[in-house]
């Protein structure tokens, strides 16, 4: 099975050709997974997770970013004490997706200065032992873990800890990015982050790093690059999910939608289209 998904809804606005944020029930006619970052910066309140719960179908599943606290981006510093209580917030606050289906995995997204060391191997374990029955992905974003023989001792790892380690394309050849380095390593879920390859934006730093790093469209032959790749791993996963994270520009919805039609796939259980979302597509 191959789903494709965007990360957040709010932002893609050609899919409903209005000027406003689209709604999660709109964006849910379209795709049948989104990739969501509210509990990165805090913990929501179960009403939250309510509201989403009713703007979906059942079937639909949610990707959930970890809070930053749990990777090691918060400003301030917890105690040990307090990381744990952090993770069993963290867990609690997420079960009605994880009771009702609608949990995919958790996206575990390290920081750049987050290296490979055996410290912070230590660390992916003892996260892992905090989510023992959690279904989790790893995405690293130093170019460490990849250097050498650290790639496959890195697959290897994931196998063992039981953690899908996240398919990256983003600009390569910096220490703050990764290799496009295809991997299973869970037989449930191989998932893909697609980031765009805009090299200059992705080294922007300051106030509006944010709109540059992924303003990026995907060209039918990357695309179809991407279709012969993934299609290769069909058969070692139950599922493969693609998120397209190139957002910046307004065309993540576009290539996904594309890429859609490139697989000739389809997805059931969707929410049904407004009358003039039916009219434009």
Request: proline share 5%.
């Amino acid at each position: 099975m191959i789903t494709l998904g965007l990360t957040t809804w709010s932002e893609h606005q050609t899919l409903i050709n209005q000027p406003r944020p689209t709604t999660l029930a709109e964006y849910a006619a379209y795709f049948p997974t989104v990739e969501v970052d509210t509990f990165f910066y805090g913990i929501p309140a179960v009403t939250t997770l309510l509201n989403w719960q009713k703007q979906v179908p059942a079937t639909f599943q949610f990707v959930i970013k970890a809070n930053q606290a749990l990777t090691g981006q918060e400003q301030e510093q917890l105690t040990g004490q307090q990381l744990i209580a952090r993770f069993q917030a963290f867990a609690q606050a997420l079960s009605p997706l994880k009771k009702a289906g609608q949990l995919k995995t958790i996206l575990c997204q390290f920081p750049p200065a987050f290296q490979a060391t055996s410290r912070n191997v230590a660390y992916l374990k003892f996260f892992r032992r905090q989510l023992a029955d959690w279904p989790l992905t790893l995405e690293l974003r130093h170019q460490s873990w990849y250097q050498g023989k650290n790639a496959a001792a890195l697959v290897n790892f994931c196998h063992q800890n039981n953690y899908t380690l996240a398919v990256i394309d983003e600009p390569t050849g910096l220490l703050a990015s990764v290799p496009l380095y295809p991997a299973v390593t869970t037989k449930e879920l191989m998932f893909w982050r697609l980031h765009g390859r805009n090299q200059l934006g992705w080294q922007i730093k300051g106030q509006n790093w944010r709109q540059q790093r992924t303003l990026y469209r995907y060209s039918q032959v990357e695309l179809t690059d991407f279709k012969q790749k993934i299609l290769s791993y069909q058969n070692q996963a139950a599922e493969i999910c693609v998120i397209f994270n190139n957002n910046s520009g307004g065309d993540a919805a576009d290539n996904a939608l594309t890429f859609q039609k490139m697989l000739g796939v389809t997805f059931a259980g969707l929410n049904p289209k407004s009358p003039r979302q039916i009219d434009l597509f």
